[in-house]
């Protein structure tokens, strides 16, 4: 139980395009859904918390307007790198917190999605 | 500034035998999470601590979180060469969870 997905694994794509990436939570509703960035041999960073049906709350320093958040169902967000550039290129890991965590917080992570911009 | 402080950041050692990663911080954590993750993966969750002075174990993994819920250890008995990976410490607050910076643990055959 409790699986996330992400989709896609690895996208390559050109300065100044936008890329979508999905998570998904396979076997739970999840209340809430968190988008992290990774940089090589660090730990992950928090970018945003997003919850169902209600605007995403980003971290100091990330750019709403750059990384969008959507979070239509309970078991699906989405994050789009707008106008992306080389900078962009990281790992980005979703994860999810089921409707019925609690106070343990508990997140299941998605496998990642490695971004690259050319 | 990290909230959670991991040391050592990295540790090599050989098969059979034992370690331990500590997980310190300064501020108190309503539960703490302890992950495993391989490279180009996501996150594991391996144990979610709740109780002060709460000792959890998982086969060859003891997790143990402090009286004051602000520090946490794990120590591994007998390591073998899969229990390489990034170990990560999590805190959860304010509805979301602090990452420490991570302990590289590399076990060689």
């Known amino acids: 139980g409790a699986v996330v997905s992400q989709h896609p694994s690895r996208v390559i794509c050109k300065s100044g395009t936008s890329v979508k990436i999905e998570c998904r939570s396979l076997d739970f509703q999840a209340t809430t859904m968190f988008w992290y960035r990774q940089f090589p041999k660090q730990s992950l960073m928090l970018m945003a918390t997003s919850n169902e049906g209600s605007k995403a709350t980003y971290e100091q320093g990330v750019e709403k307007d750059k990384f969008l958040i959507n979070h239509a169902s309970l078991t699906l967000s989405t994050l789009t790198v707008t106008s992306a550039h080389p900078e962009d290129s990281s790992f980005y890991i979703c994860?999810?917190?089921?409707?019925?965590?609690?106070?343990?917080?508990?997140?299941?992570f998605g496998p990642g999605t490695r971004l690259t911009v050319t | 500034t990290q909230l959670l402080e991991q040391s050592p950041q990295f540790l090599s050692i050989q098969e059979g035998e034992n370690l331990t990663v500590y997980c310190n911080s300064s501020s108190v954590f309503s539960s703490l999470q302890w992950y495993r993750q391989e490279p180009g993966e996501g996150p594991v969750l391996l144990v979610t601590?709740?109780?002060?002075?709460e000792v959890k174990k998982l086969k060859r993994l003891t997790f143990q979180f402090g009286d004051a819920r602000k520090d946490s250890s794990l120590h591994i008995t007998a390591a073998q060469p899969g229990d390489t990976g990034l170990y990560l410490c999590?805190?959860?607050?304010?509805?979301?969870?602090?990452f420490g910076a991570g302990t590289t643990v590399t076990v060689r055959a």
């Open positions: 999590a805190g959860a607050g304010d509805y979301k969870l602090s």
């Open positions: 994860s999810a917190e089921p409707r019925l965590a609690g106070s343990s917080y508990e997140q299941y």
């Open positions: 601590v709740v109780t002060g002075g």
